[in-house]
Antibody
Framework: EVQLLESGGGLVQPGGSLRLACAAS????????MSWVRQAPGNGLEWVSA????????NYADSVRGRFTVSRDNSKSTLYLQMDSLRAEDTAVYYC???????????WGQGTLVTVSS | QSVLTQPPSVSAAPGQKVTISCSGS????????VSWYQQLTGTAPKLLIY???KRPSGIPDRFSGSKSGTSATLGITGLQTGDEADYYC???????????FGGGTKLTVL
């Protein structure tokens, strides 16, 4: 059974940093592109970032480029999102997601809440 | 503002059929497969339809998808109260080099 378990969310002040992790199990982690998708309270889904199976290629939404860094450790089947210079508008539930193709996210984690507030 | 446009809400009675539209452009829906996701209140999204009209195992055939040009449609027949949820379309946008989602549609089963 595919499982994605996020951790690392919490309350952080504007300008602060946070590192999210996503522990994957139930599939061969190093063969899948992985993504982060977020959802602000009461809003829709917003794709944040993705990283290819080997980690060689990453891309980001314009709203986070230069502030967030996605990475992965295939030896630990874990995906990361380093979030720096956080802003109030980054407040959201962050989902770890597996991409079966470039157009499809086939499995989602349960999400972790990040709140940016003073 | 989302790249893909969905109606904010739709409603229908139990047992009836409903369709949800998703409108885009040639840089996204027009040249890429579309997926659909269901998000029940307080839960993570779940894949309903991929590659325009394919259902993952476990998804009942009451759910269907189609695509024509730069628009896609999700259809749900035999509506049940348990179908009440937010539904999102998604695809790849070649001009932005990013995955994109619609703004979501809230389905109410009256």
């Amino acid at each position: 059974e595919v499982q994605l378990l996020e951790s690392g969310g919490g309350l952080v002040q504007p300008g602060g940093s946070l590192r999210l992790a996503c522990a994957a199990s139930g599939f061969t982690f190093n063969t899948y592109t992985m993504s982060w998708v977020r959802q602000a309270p009461g809003n829709g889904l917003e794709w944040v970032s993705a990283i290819t199976s080997s980690g060689d290629f990453t891309n980001y939404a314009d709203s986070v480029r230069g502030r967030f860094t996605v990475s992965r450790d295939n030896s630990k089947s874990t995906l990361y999102l380093q979030m720096d210079s956080l802003r109030a508008e980054d407040t959201a539930v962050y989902y770890c997601a597996r991409s079966s193709t470039v157009t499809t996210v086939d499995y989602w984690g349960q999400g972790t809440l990040v709140t940016v507030s003073s | 503002q989302s790249v893909l446009t969905q109606p904010p809400s739709v409603s229908a009675a139990p047992g009836q059929k409903v369709t949800i539209s998703c409108s885009g452009s040639s840089s996204n829906i027009g040249n890429n497969y579309v997926s659909w996701y269901q998000q029940l209140t307080g839960t993570a999204p779940k894949l309903l339809i991929y590659e325009n009209n394919k259902r993952p195992s476990g998804i009942p055939d009451r759910f269907s998808g189609s695509k024509s040009g730069t628009s896609a449609t999700l259809g749900i027949t035999g509506l049940q109260t348990g179908d009440e949820a937010d539904y999102y379309c998604g695809t790849w946008d070649s001009s932005q080099s990013s995955r994109v989602f619609g703004g979501g549609t809230k389905l109410t089963v009256l």
